[in-house]
């Protein structure tokens, strides 16, 4: 049966695929470096609110043809911070290269920094800064030199876990909220940590619903990710504990899932917040240079299905990054 926003993008002379169940679709017939009409860049939106992240492959987008892109959808963020590799003239990107900046910047080899910062599995799931009390809106990711294997990225609907959960447990977690803190469950180096501190120095946390209501779509989201959510407040903390292991076992299921094969040129472009995301950590050993480009657009602040807004604890202010 083809939906409603299938037939959209169809008329818009484009093809959206989707690629599993609940999540993902890959987008055929757009040059994302072309001068883009507003009846494909409606058809993107489309698609991306349909199937939460969409993927185009064969690309030729330089940086500022990712931003011109980004810009077509929302208005990027300009980073304060970015890592080494990103480009000087582009602050609206950011540039992960070969392995991950943080761990060498911070005196860790790669396998000690993921098993400190990801120690179990659903703790690496997350969303695009969801410690702020305004998540980006979105995620558009670019591949410029991938391995020939490993290296994949998987996301999660956040939509379609809340929707799978008993009716009992959805109205229960309507009513919850959370604490969201930057670098949860990272298990400090003995001694002087060097990562520890930069954490202390710039911390980021805010109360977020634990199911918000999507401003575009009316979808309910179950807010849940394992790097940012500290606490589910007003409970217990092993209580919190609990609750948290079962709805983000429930977010990562399987079936709520897609697994993405990177090739030089591809570009994911993903609702940051519909979806949670689980970067790769099977490729550092390879050997093969991975070097991405992400630019992500600026969000709203989250708001419940009582209608209450999220609330800052510590941390940057709405808009500056």
Request: charged letters at 25%; hydrophobic letters at 40%.
């Amino acid at each position: 049966m083809t939906t409603e926003r299938e037939t959209a993008a169809g008329a818009a002379g484009i093809g959206v695929r989707p690629v599993a169940g609940h999540i993902g679709a890959e987008i055929t017939g757009v040059d994302l470096a072309g001068d883009l009409d507003d009846a494909t860049v409606a058809a993107v939106r489309e698609a991306v609110l349909r199937w939460k992240v969409v993927f185009f492959r064969d690309q030729r987008l330089d940086h500022a043809g990712h931003v011109a892109f980004a810009r077509r959808f929302g208005e990027p963020v300009v980073l304060g911070r970015r890592g080494g590799a990103s480009p000087a003239d582009f602050p609206e990107v950011e540039t992960t290269a070969d392995r991950l900046e943080l761990g060498g910047r911070f005196g860790m080899e790669h396998d000690e920094w993921l098993a400190r910062r990801r120690h179990t599995l659903l703790r690496g799931w997350h969303c695009d800064h969801g410690a702020r009390v305004d998540p980006p809106a979105a995620t558009i990711l670019r591949a410029e030199s991938v391995p020939p294997y490993g290296g994949d990225t998987t996301w999660a609907n956040l939509a379609a876990a809340y929707a799978g959960l008993s009716a009992p447990v959805r109205e229960f977690a309507d009513g919850l909220r959370a604490e969201h803190r930057l670098g949860v469950g990272y298990q400090p180096r003995p001694g002087d940590d060097a990562y520890l501190r930069h954490l202390l120095d710039h911390q980021v946390a805010s109360v977020h619903p634990l199911v918000r209501v999507h401003p575009e779509t009316g979808e309910r989201i179950l807010s849940v990710n394992g790097y940012y959510l500290e606490q589910i407040r007003d409970v217990s903390r092993p209580e919190s504990a609990h609750l948290l292991e079962l709805l983000l076992e429930q977010a990562t299921r399987p079936e709520y899932t897609v697994r993405f094969r990177w090739e030089p040129g591809s570009v994911a472009f993903w609702d940051n917040r519909a979806t949670i995301h689980l970067a790769p950590s099977d490729n550092a050993h390879l050997g093969f240079p991975r070097t991405m480009h992400r630019v992500m657009l600026t969000g709203e602040i989250p708001v419940g299905v009582d209608g209450r807004p999220s609330e800052p604890i510590t941390g940057t202010a709405p808009g500056r990054w």
